[in-house]
Nanobody
Framework: QVQMVESGGGLVQAGGSLTISCTVS???????VGWFRQTTENEREGVAA????????YYSDSVKGRFTIVRDLPKNTIHLQMTRLNADDSAIYYC??????????????????????WGQGTQVAVAS
């Protein structure tokens, strides 16, 4: 049974940093995993994705240069390191995985409908 559990959300000041994590059980984390975020006003937005070891990560334009997706294989955990946070980054953050894919296709990584498994989300609030 696949489980994805996010942790590490919280309140942070604008300009600050925060790392959120997603621990996965049910499959090894050497395959495509993505991070999404959602607010009550907006649709779920793909933020970052990482395929198998050795592949290049993807980032949305809104977070490129500020966020880093990092995999910890021994702990089967994927982290999202967020820096220079601003109010627009406030959202519920979700990790997700497709049913089975080592790669994150360039045309699909940001499409929430392509993903099969989801965590419950972790709230990130940035105080301006």
């Amino acid at each position: 049974q696949v489980q994805m559990v996010e942790s590490g959300g919280g309140l942070v000041q604008a300009g600050g940093s925060l790392t959120i994590s997603c621990t996965v059980s049910g499959f090894p984390l050497n395959r495509c995993v993505g991070w999404f975020r959602q607010t009550t006003e907006n649709e779920r937005e793909g933020v970052a994705a990482l395929g198998t070891v050795g592949t290049t990560p993807y980032y949305s334009d809104s977070v490129k240069g500020r966020f880093t997706i990092v995999r910890d294989l021994p702990k089967n955990t994927i982290h999202l390191q967020m820096t220079r946070l601003n109010a627009d980054d406030s959202a519920i953050y979700y990790c997700a995985a497709p049913k089975f894919s080592y790669l994150c296709p360039p045309a699909r990584w940001g499409d929430s409908t392509w993903y099969e498994y989801w965590g419950q989300g972790t709230q990130v609030a940035v105080a301006s």
